[in-house]
Structure formats: C-alpha cells, structure tokens
C-alpha cells in the first residue's frame, strides 16, 4: 500500500470514528447505555450537543456526510482506475464495521422495537402478531421505545433470526442491543461479499467497483451499520438468490429469495422476474437480468413510500443491485445523488427535534428536489451516450 493511500485510509477512518461518536450525541434522554461512570460523563456530553445545542448538532451531521461522500466519490474513482486491491478494499470495509457496530443506532428506533418483539417470546411467552410492546407497561424499554403500538409487522424470519439472540441475551438489553446489531453488520457483509461473487461471474472488471459502490457508500453505512435496520438482512438474502441463480443452484435460489420475502415482502417482485430468466434463460443474459432486477425494486420502494412516507433505508431496496451494475449512469445516480438527498433527510429533525410543521413539507420537497436531480442526470448522461455512439 503506498503513503498516500495509508494517508486516505487513514483519514476516512478518522471521519469513520467522528461519526461513531456522533452517534451517541442522539442517545435518547431516557436511555442509560451504561452505569460506568465515565460513561456517564462522555454520555452526557454528547447528549448535550445533540439535544440543547441543535446547531452544533446539525453542522455535525452536514460536515460529516458531506465528508462520507467525498471519500466515497474518491474511493469509487479509484476503483474505477484499479488502484484499490480487493485485500486493502476488504480490511478497510472491515475496519468500518468494527467500528460502526458499536455505534449507537442514531437516526432510528426501529432496533429498539426488534429488540422488544423478540422479548415478547423469549421472555414473555406471547406471540408479537397478537402482542404489543404497549401491553407491558411495566417493562423499562418503553420508557426510550417509540411505536408502541404496533403489532408484529414483518414476515416470520426475522423471528427466526433474531430469537436465538434475545435468548442469549438474558434480557439484558446492552448485550442483546449489540448482538442485533452484530447480525445486522453480518449481513451488510455478506451482501458485499455476494456482490463480488456476482461481478467475478458477469464483469469480472467490475468487481471492486461494485463493492465500493455498496460497501462505502454513507447511506449503505448509516442505515446497515448504525441504524441496523432489517432491510439488510432482506436484502443479504436477496443478493445470495441471485448468485445461486447464477451458477444454477435454483432450488437453493429460491429457498433464500422465499427467506428474503419472510423478512419483508419487497423482494416478493424478484420471484416472478425470477422465473422469467428461467423460462427465457436462452434469451436473457445475466447483465440484462441485472438491470430488470434494479429497475424492478424501483416498484416496492416506490409502494411503501407512497404508502406512508418516504424513509432513507427505503434506498436499501435498489442499491445492492445498482452495485452490480456500477458503471451504468442510473446506478451511479441512486448510489450518489439519491443516497445524499435521502441522507439529509434527517437534518430537519436534528435541527428541530421533532417532525412537526414545517419538517413534513421540507421532507417533500428533499424529496421531489433529490428525483428531479436524478432524473435529469440519467437524462443528461443518456444523452451524451448516444451521442458517443
């Protein structure tokens, strides 16, 4: 590894580690992480930026993004260049989630409630289809725990993985809160991992690039590794599907791809594309089934925001398969232009502390503003394409 690139791994780290603390300066007020004094200190600290210096908070939060992507744009160049080795590339993306692992899940309380449903089997014995963590008033976690009072709402693997580590947990919500979010960085790896096994079958040149592309991108790295939202583990199944796809393990394919679905229904629209590659598998190459299957999670991303409103991990839908088609204009866009947009997505609230008038409108407008932008740039590139030809 030469100086300047010990240099750039070196100082992305560094911005790495300012987010992790980051992190922990959004650590709910009713939530004691631990009883170690010193904890307590730095705990305090923090919370003190993120709740009564809003400002700071927020110039925070815009410095560090805008610096995720900087080294991001840099890293994809280089890739691009084949000047990143897939030995540096991978003790860097392991680094980032030794680090990120351990974070605090900042910008989402969904952890929480995964946490909890799994508590109302291992330690209440009842079903979360038919329970709600409002039904025990008495447990502490509803004093830092946001939605209540939702039923179970997810498919049944979820269950199945994360039973195991509520068990193992003790009821002890420290060790149990990182084990969730050790599973969940597993599967952040896998798809990684799955991505490069794809990329060495379609586009072996390509490969470094398309981990890149997902691995180090801000928004892959937020919602998977700090967020730790079960969208990944959705979608680690998804992206082993289709690698089992490809070196013609169907019946396995489809096992994976139904686990995927038993997470959250989004990928239900790959079963069908799925076997049209196998009824037409002598007309459709495996480069034109990638880009069907990344337009194709365009429509359940597209139903669930319309749904309720749009969420940035809803982006975890496209973007590990827009990194297996890294050099196209379209895939480019929703892994820069999407993923910035829908990061800052979260700013109104930092700044404000709640999602009250005018926060909803400014969301609408982040919105609208992030899709025209990305319209037009696959416009413009396609554009200077043909002109190319």
Known sequence: MTSKLKFLFGSYIFVITAFFFYTFTQVDLNLTLSQVSWWQTVQKFLQHIGYFNRPLSSFIYVILILLLFGFYF????????????????????????????????????????????????????Q?????????????????????????YP?????????????????????????????????????????IGKILKIVSPKEEISGIVFFALNPLVLIESLVSSHNDTAMMFFAILSVYLLFIN???PSFIFLILSIGIKFATGILAPVFLFYLLRKENITRSQLLNILFLA??????????????QPWYLLFILPFASLIPS????????????????????????????NEPVPQILFYMTVSGLVIYLLYCGISGLFNLEKK
């Open 297 to 310: 999670m365009f429509i359940p991303l597209v139903l669930v925001a319309l749904r309720t409103n749009f």
């Open 249 to 251: 393990k169907y019946i």
């Open 328 to 355: 196209r204009s379209y895939s480019i866009g929703a892994g820069i232009i999407l993923s910035f947009f829908a990061l800052l997505q979260y700013l109104p609230y930092i700044y404000k502390g709640d999602w």
């Open 154 to 194: 997810y498919g049944p693997t979820w269950l199945i993985l994360t039973v195991p580590f509520s068990y193992i947990g003790l009821n002890f919500f420290l060790p149990t809160f990182f084990m969730f979010k050790i599973l969940t960085s597993l599967c952040y790896l896998g798809i990684a991992y799955f």
């Open 127 to 151: 079903n979360p289809y038919t329970q709600k963590a409002l039904d025990y008033l008495g447990d502490p976690m509803l004093t830092f725990m946001h939605w209540t009072h939702r039923y």
């Open 74 to 125: 840099v890293f994809l160049k280089l890739a691009q260049k084949d000047k990143l080795s897939r030995k540096n590339l991978w003790v860097l993306i392991f680094a980032i989630t030794a680090i990120l692992t351990f974070s605090y899940n900042a910008f989402s309380y969904d952890l929480f409630n995964y946490i909890f449903d799994a508590k109302i089997i291992t330690h209440y014995n």
